[in-house]
C-alpha cells in the first residue's frame, strides 16, 4: 500500500504539472489569439474612419459646388432682371419723351364749345 501511495502521489503531483504547464499553454495561445483579435478590430476602425474621411471630404467638396453653382445662377437670374428693368426703363423715358415732345409741338386741338 506504501508504494502504492507513494506511486499515485507522484502521479497526481506530475499531473498537476502538465495541468498547470496547458494552462499557461492555452492561457497565452488566448492572450495571443486576444492581441490578434484586437489588431484586426484596430485595423478594421482605422479602414472605417478612413471610409468616413474620405466621404466628408466628398461630401464638402459636392456641397461647395452646389453652392458655387446656386450662386452663380442667382447671379444670372438677378442680370436678367436688371437688364429687363433697364430696357423697360429705357422704353418708359422713350414714350415720356416722345408724348413731350409732341405735346410740345403738336397744335392743341381746337376747342369747340
Known sequence: YAEAQRIKNIANKLEDK???GSEKTSGSAFARKEAQFRS???AE????????DARRKEH???RQLDSKRLLQRNRNVQAVLESKQAAESQALFQDIKRNLYHSLHDPPPPQTH
Open 18 to 20: 502538465e495541468r498547470k
Open 45 to 52: 476602425l482605422q479602414a472605417l474612419l478612413k471610409r468616413i
Open 60 to 62: 464638402l467638396k459636392r
Open 40 to 42: 484586426q478590430q484596430q
